[in-house]
């Protein structure tokens, strides 16, 4: 409740600055995703408000998270019935401005869900030169000018009783709009029935291949993932003081908690041999996906690399409760005395192995850090 205005503005800048810390090398390219997420409410919280979507009383933070690395570089705490997209345009060009400063030739790419596509966020993305594809809604006109791929995706279902997928793309102008923009929509077609959904996009690929630029959009449920683990894992929902400023510095704290997790996993992570990306199924033809990284694996095979990765490097992989019962929920004896502070694990304990691992790796990074300074 002490913090003040001034201190905020430190903490965003933070934020950054260990984002960019985080990189070795300057990137030549990032994928920052926009999200929101509801954060129920239970008392007289200043700015809580019933949203009707979420049918609860809430706030609505917002963060930006980079694809690339898992980080968060931006994190907004909105009024309970906010629009998502308010202010949003904002923190991007504060963002941008940031990295720019530091990698003057980084190309930018942003994905937004529905929540974000109005005409205020596609003008800013414009105009400070970044890529976007975010989601946008279904209408009428949309739908007319998509019914006739829509009707070949369900005769192909119905011919071969196999899950249909496809795009089709064209040039769209809303009422409201100044000028016509790219949009592609999906068309699909299984036993569960259709399914259509349409993204907004200025990504030079889009032209090409737009059923690429669709599934790279629809990887941002990765950065969803990332948001409940803040959310959930790590507990950034409880923002249960009075004050709207102390709940939005509670917020920061579980971001920080989130940034240490973060780091602790990418100094555990230990993924499979690269010898073992072969074993997993190949749904394409050899020649087209035998040669493929882990990385670029899409369907069955996708899944099964993530499970081995989770069965095989469980810190690297592991979710804020995996480390909670793995390393921090530990019986122990402590004995203290006038010189030192005892604590004695059970060598019968099965995490001690994670134990020692982890361990040792902070405190050879620790000597690598302090030989650097």
Known sequence: NAIDTRSFFRLR????????????????QLTLDIDPFDDPTHGEQQLTFFHGYYDQYQYLPRVITCADNDWVL???????????ALGAVDDLEYVVRRLRQAWPGVRIHVRGDSGFGVPQVYDGCERLDIQYTVGIGMNARLKKLSDPLL??????????????RLFCAFWYRAESWPAQRWVIVKCEANAQGTNRRVVITNRPGA????????????????SENRNKELKDGLQADRLSDHRYFANLFRLYLHTAAYHLLVSMRRAQASPPPAGDYQEFPVEAEPSVEAELPAEAFSGRRRRAWHNRRREHDPLG????????TRLIKVAASV?????????????????????????QR?????RAAFDTS
């Open 362 to 366: 902070l405190l050879a990074s620790g």
């Open 335 to 359: 004995r203290e005395s006038t010189r030192r502070v005892v604590v004695q694990l059970s060598s019968s304990w099965p995490y001690l192995e994670h134990y020692r691992q982890v361990s």
């Open 207 to 222: 032209f090409v291949l737009p059923g690429a630029t669709y599934d790279e959009y629809a990887d941002r449920g990765e």
């Open 74 to 84: 931006n994190v907004c705490l909105l009024y309970g019935s906010a629009h998502p």
């Open 13 to 28: 800048d933070m934020l950054i600055d260990q984002f960019i810390a985080s990189f070795h090398r300057p990137p030549t």
């Open 317 to 324: 992989e592991g979710q804020p409760c995996t480390w909670r």
């Open 151 to 164: 009707e070949e995706a369900v005769k192909r279902w119905e011919a071969s009783g196999e899950s249909q």
